[in-house]
C-alpha cells in the first residue's frame, strides 16, 4: 500500500457505514475493523491498531453518530486525531543553536540512508548559515568513508575519517575534537550499521555514545521496513538514548506506518524525511500534513 492508499481504504469504510441506514455499535464496529485492516496494511503496528481502535470506540459515541448528519466526518476527525496523536510524543528533540557547538550522533542499520541523511542534514543547516562538519566513525562497511567523502566535497562541508584505523570509537573522538577546535556547530558523527540488530553493534553504538557524548542521538530508518519498524527502533533505543527519529526513502513504495512504529518505540518525535536519493530530497517533518497525505 503506498503512502495515500490508505486514505482510499478508509474512505470506503466510511462510505459503507455512511450508507447504513440504522448505526448501532455494530455498524461502528464494522467500519473500525474496516479501518484497522488498512491501516495493518500500511504498516502500523498490530498493538497500535489495536489500541488505536479501542481509543476510537471510546471517542465515538454511536448516538452522535446516529443524530448527526457528519458520520463520516466524526469517524474521519477520530482517526485523523489518534494517528496525530501517536505521531508526537509530547516533547520536542533537543534543538541545535546556531554558533554553539552541538554534536549530533546517527544510528540505523546499514542500507537505512544513514551516511546520505547525515549529508543532508549537513547541508540543510549550511544553507541556513551553520558551519557544519562530518565524521565517518563507519569502519565495518568498506567504502563508507569514501562514500561520506564523496558527499561531504559534494556539499563543500569539511569531513573526518580514516582509511587505516579500524577502531570507529578513536576516529570518532578524534573527529569531534578536531571540529570543535574549528568552532564548527554542527558536528555530525556517522556510524556504522550491520544488516541486522546485532549485540556487537549495540555495543558499538554504545562506546561512539560514551566517547563523544552527543547532545542529540537520530534514529534513522528505511520506510520500508514494515512491520519490523518497533523492534528495531526499540533495540537501538535501548543502547543509545535515541532523541529524534528520521525516516528515508518516503519516495516511491513507502508506507506511512512505521514512522508510527519509531515514534512509538523511542518515544522520540519524527524531525526529518528523505525523499530521494539527491541531497536536497529532504522535508522538514510535520505531523498534521503527514497525516493528511497518509489518509489521502
Ligand atoms: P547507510 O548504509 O545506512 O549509510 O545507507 P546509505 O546512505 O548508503 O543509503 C543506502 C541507499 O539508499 C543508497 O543507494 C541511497 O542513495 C539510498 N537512499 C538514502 N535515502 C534515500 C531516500 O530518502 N530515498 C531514496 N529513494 N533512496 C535513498
Not at 455499535?25 to 485492516?37: A, D, G, P, Q
Not at 540488530?197 to 553504538?205: H, I
Request: charged content about 25%; overall charge positive; proline content about 3%.
Amino acid at each position: 500500500m503506498v503512502l495515500g492508499q490508505l486514505g482510499g481504504s478508509i474512505t470506503r469504510a466510511l462510505q459503507q457505514m455512511s450508507n447504513a441506514t440504522i448505526i448501532d455499535e455494530k455498524v461502528v464496529s464494522e467500519c473500525l475493523n474496516e479501518i484497522s485492516r488498512a491501516l495493518l496494511q500500511a504498516d502500523v503496528q498490530f498493538k497500535m491498531v489495536r489500541d488505536m481502535q479501542a481509543n476510537i470506540k471510546r471517542i465515538v459515541n454511536p448516538d452522535d453518530l446516529a443524530a448527526g448528519h457528519n458520520k463520516r466526518r466524526i469517524m474521519q476527525k477520530a482517526v485523523f486525531d489518534e494517528l496525530c496523536r501517536i505521531l508526537d510524543p509530547g516533547k520536542p528533540s533537543y534543538t541545535p543553536k546556531k554558533g554553539k557547538t552541538s554534536i549530533i550522533m546517527f544510528v540505523g542499520l546499514q542500507g537505512s540512508g544513514k551516511t546520505t541523511t547525515c549529508t543532508k542534514y549537513a547541508h540543510y543547516h549550511q544553507k541556513k548559515g551553520w558551519k557544519p562538519a562530518l565524521v565517518c566513525a563507519d569502519t565495518f562497511r568498506a567504502g563508507a568513508f569514501d562514500q561520506l567523502k564523496q558527499n561531504a566535497t559534494k556539499a563543500k562541508i569539511p569531513f573526518y575519517g580514516s582509511y587505516m584505523e579500524s577502531d570507529p570509537v578513536k576516529i570518532a573522538a578524534e573527529g569531534v575534537e578536531r571540529f570543535k577546535q574549528e568552532n564548527c556547530d554542527l558536528i555530525i558523527v556517522d556510524t556504522s550499521g550491520r544488516h541486522k540488530q546485532e549485540a556487537a553493534l549495540f555495543e558499538e553504538m554504545r562506546q561512539v555514545s560514551e566517547a563523544t557524548k552527543p547532545d542529540l542521538v537520530i534514529f534513522v530508518m528505511d520506510s520500508s521496513i514494515g512491520q519490523a519498524a518497533f523492534d528495531q527502533a526499540q533495540a537501538f533505543k535501548q543502547s543509545v538514548s535515541v532523541g529524534a527519529v528520521i525516516v528515508t526513502k518516503m519516495d516511491g513504495h513507502a508506507k506511512g506506518g512505521g514512522a508510527l512504529s519509531a515514534v512509538a518505540a523511542t518515544k522520540s518525535p519524527v524531525i526529518f524525511i528523505g525523499t530521494g536519493e539527491h541531497m536536497h530530497e529532504f522535508e522538514v517533518f510535520d505531523v498534521k500534513p503527514f497525516v493528511s497525505r497518509l489518509l489521502g
